[in-house]
């Protein structure tokens, strides 16, 4: 069972189009990030969030931190072939030797 | 900084023989991570180290895994016997906290015949 629970898994769309995936867990996190993989490469950080309530815009990505700091979502607004990828969000403890939890991730392919 | 840096890029090995995996973490950072991917399990934590020092390999799968970071700037994970399961891409990560940013190498793309 992951501690972080994304979804959908798997996303197919066309070009221009909008949409939301989502990352889920029962747990409260400190912090929780975004990354993005693209093939053949490493994850990068997209955004951190660490308020509760807390929005970030990244261009036409929109973040936001669930009230209670155990969900989050992603929004693409007018989705490109560029944003094509595997989307991962990782959950933050804070204090002692606790690591950051990452979710399976949602693949996302944008067609033209 | 050139980033967190992994060697080789692609292994392709019989089974039975054993493989190593290199990584250089960022310059500073005292954290590093070895995770494995498939899209069977995802992104999978196998060990990972603080200051050197090893704080939880619960992740490794079996015995024929090991990993050691014998100074600040150097890491590697031993596969030995390696197995055709064990094919995935190996990637190496680290960050200058535990749970801070996680800068991921370009991982090692692992293939045993």
């Known amino acids: 069972t992951q501690l972080l629970e994304q979804s959908p898994q798997f996303l197919s769309i066309q070009e221009g189009e909008n949409l939301t995936v989502y990352c889920n867990s029962s747990?409260?996190?400190?912090?929780l990030q975004w990354y993005r993989q693209e093939p053949g490469e490493g994850p990068v950080l997209l955004v951190t969030?660490?308020?509760?309530?807390e929005v970030k815009k990244l261009k036409r990505l929109t973040f936001q931190f669930g009230d209670a700091r155990k969900d989050s979502s992603l929004h693409i607004t007018a989705a490109q072939p560029g944003d094509t990828g595997l989307y991962l969000c990782?959950?933050?403890?804070?204090?002692?030797?606790?690591?950051?939890?990452f979710g399976a991730g949602t693949r996302l392919a944008v067609h033209p | 900084d050139a980033g967190v840096i992994q060697s080789p890029r692609h292994e392709v090995t019989e089974m039975g023989q054993e493989v190593t995996l290199r990584c250089k973490p960022i310059?500073?950072?005292?954290?590093l991570f070895w995770y494995r991917q498939t899209m069977m399990r995802g992104l999978e934590l196998l060990i990972y180290?603080?200051?050197?020092?090893?704080?939880?390999d619960s992740g490794m799968p079996e015995d024929r895994f090991s990993a050691k970071m014998p100074n600040a700037s150097f890491s590697t994970l031993k596969i030995q016997p390696s197995e055709p399961r064990d094919s995935a891409v190996y990637f190496c990560?680290?960050?200058?906290?535990?749970?801070?940013?996680?800068?991921f190498g370009q991982g090692t793309r692992l293939t045993v015949v």
């Open positions: 180290f603080n200051n050197n020092v090893p704080i939880d």
């Open positions: 310059s500073g950072h005292n954290s």
């Open positions: 747990s409260v996190f400190s912090s």
């Open positions: 969030v660490v308020t509760g309530g």
């Open positions: 990560a680290s960050s200058l906290l535990l749970n801070t940013e996680a800068f």
């Open positions: 990782a959950g933050a403890f804070s204090g002692g030797y606790n690591k950051l939890i």
